[in-house]
């Protein structure tokens, strides 16, 4: 069975840090992988996607993540973290079983500190 | 503007009493889903449609019911509603296909 994990319920970071958001899967098959972001009283908006093209993958205001397979990892990265970035982030997994099926994490609660 | 638009925002409804959470995009995708977020517990699945008069069962199906006979609607059911049922949910919808989905605003539920 497909499973997401994320580690790491709550996250803080300072200003200007660097942004570590954990995402380990579990799949049979290559799996296509995502990572959401959800602002506060917001629905999730879609931050990236690896579809096995490039393992490193950018995204919007200024995330990446890259897949490693080994690891089964696709952990989600941002250089500086800004104000702005303080919300939950999922990762999710679709698997092509003969329909796409989609499971997300638990979700991070990112917090950045002045 | 493409979107998802769900209604309402906010219920606060009673134990039993039959209500309907509206669904509507407006990007001619042929895949909805309906999720419910809880904390601690991320998004679960409680039914998608791969297309018109195509629905069926997520990970958590139970006591709810859904339809989908135009395309951009989806709407999600709940024919007598109850307490473990108070949470925020989400309906998304998206191509085919590994994409990504978009996502409604949500419609926070509780149930008294």
């Known amino acids: 069975a497909q499973s997401v994990t994320q580690l790491g319920s709550h996250v803080s970071v300072s200003e200007g840090a660097l942004v570590l958001l954990r995402c380990n899967y579990s799949?049979?098959?290559?799996?296509?992988l995502f990572w959401y972001v959800q602002y506060p009283n917001q629905g999730l908006q879609l931050l990236l996607k690896?579809?096995?093209?490039?393992?490193l993958v950018k995204g919007i205001n200024g995330f990446e993540a890259e897949f490693k397979k080994s690891e089964t990892s696709f952990h989600l990265t941002k250089p500086s973290a800004h104000m702005s970035d303080a919300a939950e982030y999922f990762c999710?997994?679709?698997?092509?079983?003969?329909?796409?099926?989609?499971?997300f994490g638990a979700g991070t609660r990112l917090f950045v500190k002045a | 503007e493409a979107q998802v638009t769900q209604n309402p925002r906010y219920l606060i409804t009673v134990t039993g009493k039959k209500l309907t959470v509206t669904c509507s995009q407006n990007?001619?995708?042929?895949?909805m889903s309906w999720y419910r977020q809880d904390p601690g517990l991320g998004l679960r699945q409680i039914y998608y449609?791969?297309?018109?008069?195509?629905?069926d069962k997520g990970d958590v199906p139970e006591g709810y019911k859904v339809s989908r006979k135009e395309k951009r609607n989806f709407p999600l059911i709940l024919e007598s509603p109850s307490p473990n049922q108070t949470s925020l949910y989400f309906c998304?919808?998206?191509?085919?296909?590994?994409?990504?989905?978009?996502f409604g605003s949500g419609t926070r539920l509780t149930v008294v």
């Open positions: 690896y579809t096995s093209a490039a393992t």
């Open positions: 990007m001619n995708h042929e895949y």
């Open positions: 799949s049979s098959v290559p799996p296509y």
């Open positions: 449609s791969m297309n018109v008069e195509v629905t």
């Open positions: 999710a997994v679709t698997r092509n079983t003969g329909g796409f099926k989609t499971i």
């Open positions: 998304a919808s998206g191509d085919q296909g590994p994409y990504g989905y978009t």
